[in-house]
């Protein structure tokens, strides 16, 4: 069972690449979405993985744009956890934002 859920705004389905950064390592993960203030990823847990606080690094689209958030593990259940995002910049929040309407 999953606690409930605390993210506020709408949340979608996406399928982009994504990579926890664990270490000098980047683990690529599977999206299972995403929303203004977090996202839900499954994968599998690697070793070296599970602190509570880490980079994500979104590929928003594709060989243009990047961005890493610092994010926060709200919850872990199986092959699946959610981070929320630690005090995003205003570009941050607007590429979301803005990705979020056009998705």
């Known amino acids: 069972m999953r606690p409930r859920e605390r993210r506020n705004g709408d949340r979608k389905s996406a399928d982009m690449p994504i990579y926890e950064i664990v270490g000098e390592k980047s683990v690529r993960c599977r999206m ?3 929303s203004p203030t977090g996202v839900r990823l499954g994968r599998r847990l690697m070793p070296g993985a599970g602190g509570r606080t880490c980079s994500l690094e979104l590929h928003l689209v594709p060989d243009r744009i990047t961005t890493v ?3 926060r593990r709200v919850w872990q259940d199986g ?8 005090s995003p910049s205003f570009a941050q929040q607007a590429l979301l934002e803005r990705l979020l309407d056009n998705y």
């Open 32 to 34: 299972d979405d995403i």
């Open 69 to 71: 958030l610092e994010a």
């Open 79 to 86: 092959e699946h956890e959610a981070f929320e995002f630690v």
